[in-house]
Structure formats: C-alpha cells, structure tokens
C-alpha cells in the first residue's frame, strides 16, 4: 500500500481522535466552570447576608447614636452631656466638658439641673476634694462661707466676723466678736462709757488710755451733722463748736488735750505712722482722683474720715478727713485740732477757728 493511501486512511481517524479529546477537555471545564460559578453564586450570597447583616448592625448603632445625640426633649445635646461620655466629663448641670478628678460644676440654685441659674467649673477644694455652694469658697483646704451677705471672699489672714457679717484682719491668729476689739495682736472686751443723751458708748485701752472707740454723736447746742444729714452723724458721730466740745463728755471724761492725743500717738509708734493704725479698717474712699487709704485699725480706735465744719457754715472733707478738737487753745479766736488724712499715714496738728465744727473723742480722766 502506497504511502498516500496510508496517509488517506489515517488523517480521518486523527482528526475523529483530537476533536473527541477536545470535548472531553472542553466538558471539564464547563463542569469546573459550572462549580465555581454555584461556589462563587454561594460566596456573593454570603457576602450579600453579612453585608446586609452589617448594614442592619450599623443602622442599628447609628440609630443608638442618633438617641445620645438628642435629649429626651428631642433637643441635640453636645457630646460632654450625652450618657456615653466618658466618665471624668459627665455632669448634667455644665455647659463644657472639665476634668471631674480636679473640678466640679457649680450652680447658684444648688440644684441637679440648674435651670435659670448660674454655673460656674471650680477647682475641688483641698485633699478631700471637697465641693462648695456659691455662697463658699475655698480657702487652702478648707471650705468657708462667704461674707457681706455671701459674696465676699477674704484671706487666710482675715475673718467673717459673726452679727456684723464683716470681714475683719485677725488678731495675731484669732478671731473676735463685736464685744471685742483688737489692740496691738491681743483680743480685748470693749469697756463702756455712761450713757451719755442715751447711747452707751464702746472704749479702748491704748497704752495707759481708755478712749471711746467712736465720735461722740449727743445732740446739743453748738453741734450739726455734716450737711444737715442725720445719716452722716449716725456713721460719723455730731460734728461740735470748740465751746461745746470742751463741755460735752461725761463726769469721769474730758475732751483730750495736745499732749493726750501726743501720748497716744507715741503709745502707738509715734506721730508718723499713727495715721495707719488708728484709721478704720473701711470708709476712706476719697474718690477716683484722690483715692483714700483705709487703715490697719489694729488698736481699736476705728478713726472716721467725718469730715468738719467752716465757721461760714458750709462743710468739706468727708470721706477724706478726719479732724478731732483738742482743749488746748491757740489764740483768742483760734484751736488745735488733731488731724487725720484719707492718703496719709502720719497724724498732724493744725488749728481753726472756735466757731469750725469738728469731732469730739471722750477720754477717761
């Protein structure tokens, strides 16, 4: 047989081979193909359920967070006031976050909410962190009542005192009443004069003197209040003519001299600072361009600044100065007066006219 015949006979049975081979390939792989397409079906079904699956738990939390987001009013709420906060910035009654280790909220209702309050963050007070009202407030570790009605604060070296509702400077390191008086760091009971027109009148004992420990305010002939206001001698006691000063204290009392008021200048550090420690605690303004200087008041004396009267009738200097008559006289028409200034610490003398009107201080005989 010839090689074309064998080549004739062949080439059919090659071709019937290689076509069935590659359906049998091509049948694997559709079966493959198939598998895969039911296992990727079966995957994106999965990927589908938890996709779906998330997006349920995420409407779900932002719905959660959409309620913390608003208060039971509806109202939106920032997130230091929302109940998911962290626990150091959480109090209802605040309007910003703070540190609730060191700090807390207060309000001036003392109420959980404080609606229609005032609120304020404050520091806690001293080693037991201890909260206050705002009526207190904290001095070094303590909590303490605010004073002038509960709105003044004062220093670890002055004190509310009780009645008065008065800040005072304590004696050395003690406080005292209203019946006592501070002399030079010692607590003493305030003495008594008699009752003079009525009114009994508080002393001090100031070296080897017992002084009134205010201006004498009994009405008589010779005597005004600043300006004709009864207001003025209620503070600052009558203002007196010379005439009427000498007469006026009490049997066991007398008008001070020029060397009484020198003797208590000098029983106090002398004249040049005298000014300092007999001034009240209060009551020397002056005003914005002459500001006054209050005074230590550590003896008791509690010197006003009540102002005089002219031998004109007209009135000057109160809340600036104070002027004291002394029973020494000048000249013929003329006395010294004692001096005290709002801006100065010294004391000094000058003299007017015995028709001027000036205070009147009482001391023992």
Request: net charge negative; proline share 3%.
């Amino acid at each position: 047989m010839s090689h074309t015949s064998i080549h004739a006979l062949c080439l059919p049975i090659l071709l019937a081979f290689i076509f069935s081979c590659a359906q049998f390939e091509s049948g694997g792989q559709d079966e493959t193909s198939s598998s895969s397409l039911q296992q990727d079906g079966f995957s994106s079904s999965l990927q589908e359920d938890n996709s779906s699956s998330s997006l349920q738990q995420d409407s779900s939390s932002s719905s959660q967070q959409d309620d913390d987001d608003y208060d039971s009013n509806g109202n939106w709420q920032p997130p230091w006031l929302r109940s998911s906060s962290s626990a150091n910035y959480i109090v209802s009654d605040c309007d910003k976050p703070y540190d609730s280790s060191t700090h807390f909220c207060q309000c001036s209702f003392n109420s959980a909410t404080c609606q229609g309050g005032t609120i304020a963050i404050k520091p806690l007070c001293g080693a037991l962190a201890q909260t206050y009202s705002a009526s207190q407030f904290c001095l070094g570790s303590n909590v303490k009542d605010k004073c002038g009605g509960g709105v003044e604060e004062y220093t670890s070296s002055q004190f509310c005192q009780i009645v008065t509702d008065e800040i005072k400077e304590l004696c050395g390191t003690s406080a005292y009443t209203p019946l006592q008086y501070c002399s030079n760091g010692i607590v003493r009971t305030y003495g008594e004069t008699p009752a003079i027109g009525g009114k009994i009148y508080k002393t001090v004992l100031i070296g080897n003197q017992t002084w009134m420990a205010e201006n004498l305010n009994s009405d008589a002939n010779g005597s005004e209040c600043y300006n004709n206001i009864e207001n003025n001698c209620e503070k600052y006691g009558r203002l007196y003519n010379w005439a009427t000063a000498k007469t006026i204290c009490p049997t066991g009392w007398h008008l001070p001299g020029y060397e009484d008021w020198n003797e208590l200048a000098n029983a106090i550090g002398g004249s040049s600072t005298a000014g300092k420690y007999l001034k009240a605690t209060a009551g020397w303004e002056g005003n914005d361009t002459y500001p006054g200087q209050n005074g230590t008041d550590i003896y008791g004396f509690a010197a006003l600044p009540g102002g005089h009267g002219k031998s004109d009738g007209s009135f000057v200097n109160i809340t600036y100065n104070g002027s004291w008559w002394s029973s020494r006289e000048y000249v013929t028409s003329d006395a010294y007066r004692y001096i005290v200034r709002y801006n100065y610490e010294e004391t000094s003398w000058s003299y007017d006219n015995k028709l001027g009107l000036h205070s009147v201080r009482c001391l023992k005989d």
